[in-house]
């Protein structure tokens, strides 16, 4: 790993590129203490990911039994900040991978109403959802997210309590 470069975009808008490797320096003590430094033009990309990325629990997915349940959840955990969020069905059912289900009845059935019980019953997340029709379609869907307080989870029992005592 100490020997791989790569090449990364720096500066505004990418304006330059700078070949880096992962480490740049690395110990080992004889006491078998480990060291490791990464490289200083990686450190923005590597120590701010929560900024790009969205975090959570484990314990959270790990009981849901439907894959829709899991990709939805991780979907409305990445706009819990904004609270209300409007998708496109046709949209939702590519990122889903419910395309199969092309009539609507099928789809709320067999993936909303499935994945928003697991994630309602099982998660930190508290969502509901508002159909949005357009012509005699529907079209949208509008999700309502919350993210539970640690005492409601505890309520719920979905939170175990060495978590909380963190």
Request: charged fraction near 30%; avoid cysteine.
């Amino acid at each position: 790993m100490a020997d791989r470069s790569f090449w990364i975009e720096t500066g505004e808008k990418g304006e330059s590129q700078n070949l880096v490797r992962w480490i740049s320096d690395a110990e080992v003590t004889q006491r078998g203490h480990v060291s490791i430094q990464i490289h200083p033009k990686l450190q923005p990309f590597l120590l701010h990911l929560k900024e790009f990325y969205t975090s959570y629990l484990l314990e959270y997915i790990l009981p849901m039994k439907s894959r829709y349940s899991v990709l939805l959840y991780e979907l409305l955990r990445s706009y819990a900040n904004i609270q209300i969020h409007t998708f496109d069905v046709e949209e939702l059912k590519v990122f889903l991978g419910a395309e199969k289900y092309e009539r609507w009845a099928d789809f709320q059935r067999k993936v909303l109403d499935i994945a928003m019980r697991e994630i309602n019953d099982l998660s930190d997340l508290e969502v509901d959802y508002q159909i949005i029709k357009e012509s005699r379609r529907f079209a949208k869907l509008r999700f309502r997210i919350r993210i539970l307080e640690p005492i409601e989870l505890k309520d719920r029992g979905i939170l175990r309590k060495q978590i909380l005592d963190n």
